[in-house]
């Protein structure tokens, strides 16, 4: 038993020692550029938004907004999933790639049906951020609650 | 009279004949190394249809008709069909074969099936069960992606050892009708497993059952790896295709000069983005049937040992931390 995991662990090795990946450097500065292009893109209409005189907070909500509904419709146009494929995680991490993970399911599952098809199916990818999110959100409160009743906070 | 060769291989008395076959594919396949070779392409992904399965069985329908038109023959005709995809259930096979009518047996050996299915039809004709036999499968990038990774629209970056799901299909007419192909032998492949978990890496997670099955081959039937014109394994890819040349060298032999793979040759890797190659059903069998196949007829290769190789992944299994199981089956076809 005990060899045939070590056997396991060796093919393992060997395989990993054999297997090309992603170079790190032009990887990483193409996910920069990406990341850095949609961040650009936001700034401007934020900066719009604050221009015409909206408040600070409401040009943040259209801000993300607008990104998301580019993103979507990017999707939509096989647009978004090319970006991505070239700029990685500049795509991904960004709010535009979280809706893209929405956007996606919707789109693949209309055929099974608007409950079971999109419905069921539509957080498949981005289920675990939003489960997780809250959870983490809801955990820091916690701690800031309990901080505020010992008084260190 | 015995046709039992070795250990797990089958060598025919009398050996049926691959009497025609039809290929069917998508538009990024008609846009690959062997674009102009394939019986039929469709620019449309979806043939015409609503959903990917729907298409994917509508390719095995066509693939059948046009290995049923080559050979002038009727469904009637056909004894039994042996036919799987990589979907659950197989039901691309159950929408694409229903109207031909012919009793069939369902198979699933991921994309080794096209093997399996050609080795059974070999079988049963040897056997005398029938006069003709029909082998197909098939395999659609929208509805394998679907099913084993993420759909389609998703935003990722793919990883080099992945492989690119092949859109076709690909039918092969077995019998006793005359024609320059015969199959003379069959290995049948074990599951090998050497424990990899990487599903993204499905090279390395067949190579080892490719190597299994080639070397079992060769002791089988007291052959050296020169008496054949080519040893063609199915999916490989690039990766899978190093890891085998050395795993076949542990044991002693070399196939390096005569290997080829179905998967590195259906795609232009530089230019179609395809990171380790072609994989799927249909990348076997497309390639089976629009290459390697009229190379046997004229003679140019006189025999070769056909590999198809099969990662059997269960996306439950691997969810649950198992590893990607493989297995291989060898087709021995002659030139005659």
Not at chain 1, 123 to 129: K, R, S, W
Request: hydrophobic share 40%.
């Amino acid at each position: 038993m005990e060899d045939k995991q070590k056997k396991q662990e060796a093919y393992e090795k060997y395989v990993k020692e054999k297997t090309p990946v992603h170079k790190l450097v032009p990887n990483m500065a193409k996910a920069f550029v990406t990341g850095g292009v949609i961040c650009v893109i936001g700034q401007v209409i934020l900066n719009y938004c604050e221009k015409i005189g909206l408040d600070k907070d409401t040009s943040g909500g259209w801000t993300s907004l607008i990104l998301v509904l580019l993103s979507v419709i990017l999707t939509g146009l096989n647009i978004y999933p090319q970006i991505a494929n070239w700029g990685g995680a500049g795509a991904l991490v960004p709010i535009t790639g979280f809706a893209n993970s929405v956007a996606a399911p919707a789109i693949e599952y209309k055929k099974e049906g608007q409950v079971f098809g999109i419905g069921c199916k539509i957080f498949t990818i981005a289920g675990p951020v939003i489960l997780y999110g809250i959870f983490t959100s809801w955990l820091l409160g916690l701690i800031y609650w309990i901080g505020m009743c010992i008084g260190i906070v | 009279m015995n046709h039992t060769k070795g250990a797990q291989s089958i060598g025919f008395a009398e050996s049926p004949f691959l009497v025609s076959s039809g290929s069917v594919v998508g538009k990024k396949e008609s846009e690959g190394p062997l674009g102009k070779k394939f019986d039929m392409i469709s620019k449309d992904d979806l043939f015409g249809e609503e959903t990917w399965e729907a298409a994917e069985g509508v390719m095995q329908k066509k693939a059948c008709g046009l290995a049923l038109n080559k050979a002038s023959m009727q469904p009637e005709q056909v004894r039994f069909l042996f036919g799987g995809d990589l979907l659950r259930q197989g039901i691309a096979t159950s929408m694409g074969v229903e109207a031909l009518q012919i009793p069939m047996f369902g198979l699933f050996g991921a994309c080794s099936t096209s093997g399996e299915a050609l080795a059974l039809a070999a079988m049963s004709v040897a056997a005398g069960y029938g006069d003709y036999m029909l082998a197909v499968t098939s395999s659609h990038f929208g509805s394998a992606e679907k099913e084993f990774r993420f759909p389609l629209g998703y935003a990722n970056q793919r990883p080099l050892s992945a492989t690119w799901t092949v859109t076709g299909s690909g039918a092969f007419l077995v019998g006793k009708k005359k024609s320059h192909v015969r199959i003379s032998g069959v290995t049948i492949g074990k599951i090998v497993d050497y424990g990899l978990k990487d599903s993204q890496n499905m090279g390395a997670c067949m190579a080892p059952a490719a190597c299994d099955t080639i070397v079992q081959n060769l002791e089988d039937f007291g052959r050296q790896e020169s008496d054949y014109d080519r040893i063609i394994t199915g999916d490989l890819g690039y990766v899978g295709q190093s890891i085998l040349f050395d795993l076949i060298r542990k044991k002693g032999r070399d196939i390096k000069d005569n290997h080829m793979d179905c998967g590195m040759v259906i795609f232009d890797q530089k230019t179609q983005n395809t990171n380790a190659g072609g994989s799927g059903c249909g990348c076997a069998a497309t390639t089976l049937s629009a290459y390697i196949l009229p190379k046997l007829e004229s003679g140019e290769w006189k025999r070769i040992l056909f590999v198809p190789t099969g990662a059997l992944m269960s996306t439950v299994s691997f969810n649950e931390g198992e590893s990607v199981p493989g297995i291989a089956h060898g087709i021995v076809l002659e030139h005659c």
